[in-house]
Structures are given as C-alpha cells and as structure tokens.
C-alpha cells in the first residue's frame, strides 16, 4: 500500500481515499493507514474521527473498519448471554420514558425484556408485543394488560414476526413503540437481514405517537439487506456509552435525539412530558 503515500494531499482527498481503501480492506490499523498517506498519529485519528461523524466509517480497538454486513441474526439464547450490564442500562434508561396509562409496544429482543421489572412498578399499563419470552414475564403482572400479536413464529428469536403480526399491530393506537434491531448506523438508519421482520417493526412505529430505538454500540456500524426506516424517524435513539464520541456526535448533528446509557449510574426518574426531549446527561 505505500506506493499511495501522499502526504501532499488536502483532507478531504486523503479521507476519499481511506474510504476507497476501507472498501476493498474491510479495516485497517491505524499504524497501516500512517504507512499508506505518510502522515502522523494524530492526523490519522482527526481523519477517523470525521468520517465516523458522517457515519462513513467506525472505529475499533487500534484502527477502523468499514461498514459490515449482517446475514444471519443470533438466537435467543445467544443474545442472553452477552452485554448484560450494557442491556440493563438501555433497558432502565427507556423505562424512564413510560407513564402509567401508556399502551407500550415492545419489540422482540433481550434488552426490551430487561425492562419488565421496572415496567411492573407502574399501577396501570398496557403492553403489546411479539416476544414470547416478554409475554411469558408480564404475565407476572396483573395489573398489566397484555396483547401478544400472534402472527408466524420465529424459533430461534422466540417472537412472531410477517403480515399477521403487523396487521395485528395495526388495529392499535400506541403511545409509545420501542424498537429493537441487529443491525444500525446513521446512513442506512435501521435495517435487518430478515425480510418478515420489516412489516411488524414498520407497523409499530406506524400506529405509534412516538418511537424509541433502542440498540446496542456493538451493533452500530453494521447493516442488514432490508432497511426499516432512517433513524430521523425515532424521536429518541437510547444506546450505550461505549459508542464512540464522534458517532455520537454525528447521529446528534443529524437531527437525532440520542441518549447514551450508563451502566454505572443511577438514572433519573422518567419526565412526565414525553415524548418532549430528554436531555442526555
């Protein structure tokens, strides 16, 4: 790659040319990419950070990678076994958004079911959904309403998903929808690799007064065949705070409301105002 050094070239030249190579690389280090333009450290670490606000790129551990594919999402089982405390935090930090009165739609996903305990505070809730495994939990809880969507049943992700579950959805009036995905960035917005899926997450923010993505940092950067909608279609985007600075600071000059949850912090209780904004802290 060094027979492409040119340190003589503008900015904006030398970040085309990160891109072109991240292209067909898929991710380079940081020390590979001095190599390549002949320029230092810092200028290296400027040039990431501004590509990762324009969402072109995303930073990993000593270097940046590409935008990557997803083909296949995990199973249940494996979700469960991965980035509790991250899962914990995003969960508490969209319960913070739910009033007593609300008829909720949560999507299916681990971290939306993290916030069962806290949603059985609430004297008077209703609660759709297609995640069995949310269901189940809620059933704990007799003061909560429950309305499964039924529709075609995905095993390995126990939820329902296809027309049934989003025609289901759309004979409701929802206050709030809370929106999982695999797979997110802020060019693509959301996506994912199961066609079935699109309807019933599209159906929900369609019957909804407000919706609320809630994605992991790991999954930022990544993105399915099939889109589901730009993330300037949420009224708040909850991830957590291992996103990186400049990512953050991209999706917010975009127009998106973005709140990073911290694990370590005891979090406010929710605003009696949503879906007005919720100021990050």
């Keep these: 790659m060094a027979e492409e050094a040119a340190p003589s070239l503008i900015p904006d030249q030398r970040r085309e040319l990160l891109v072109r190579h991240l292209r067909r690389e898929g991710v380079l280090s940081v020390q590979q990419i001095t190599q390549l333009f002949g320029v230092s450290h810092m200028t290296v670490r400027r040039d990431i950070a501004e590509l990762e606000r324009q969402g072109l790129v995303f930073s990993v551990p000593g270097g940046v990678r590409i935008a990557s594919p997803v083909q296949t999402e995990p199973s249940y089982q494996t979700k469960t076994a991965v980035e509790q405390p991250q899962k914990q935090a995003m969960a508490a930090r969209a319960a913070e958004l739910v009033q007593d009165g609300m008829t909720l739609y949560l999507d299916a996903g681990t971290t939306l079911s993290a916030m069962v305990p806290l949603l059985a505070r609430h004297e008077s809730l209703t609660v759709v959904t297609n995640d ?25 992700n ?4 296809g027309l049934l579950a ?3 959805l759309r004979q409701l009036a929802l206050d709030l929808a809370f929106i999982s995905t695999s797979s997110w960035d802020r060019l693509r917005g959301v996506t994912t690799p199961s066609e079935l899926k699109v309807e019933v997450k599209k159906a929900a923010m369609e019957c909804s007064g407000s919706s609320v993505l809630v994605a992991g940092s790991s999954k930022y950067g990544t993105f399915g ?7 300037t279609s949420f009224d708040v985007v909850i991830t957590d705070e291992v996103l990186a600075e400049a990512a953050a600071e991209g999706i917010r000059a975009g127009g998106t409301e973005l709140l990073l949850a911290r694990s370590e912090e005891t ?12 100021a990050d802290r």
């Design 132 to 156: 069995f495994t949310t269901a189940d939990l809620l059933m704990a809880s007799p003061h909560i309403d429950v309305i499964h969507v039924g529709g075609r049943v995905e095993p390995a």
């Design 158 to 161: 126990r939820s329902s998903v």
């Design 166 to 168: 989003a025609h289901t």
């Design 225 to 231: 065949k099939y889109r589901v909608a730009p993330l």
């Design 267 to 278: 979090l406010p209780q929710a605003s009696a105002n949503f879906p007005c904004k919720v």
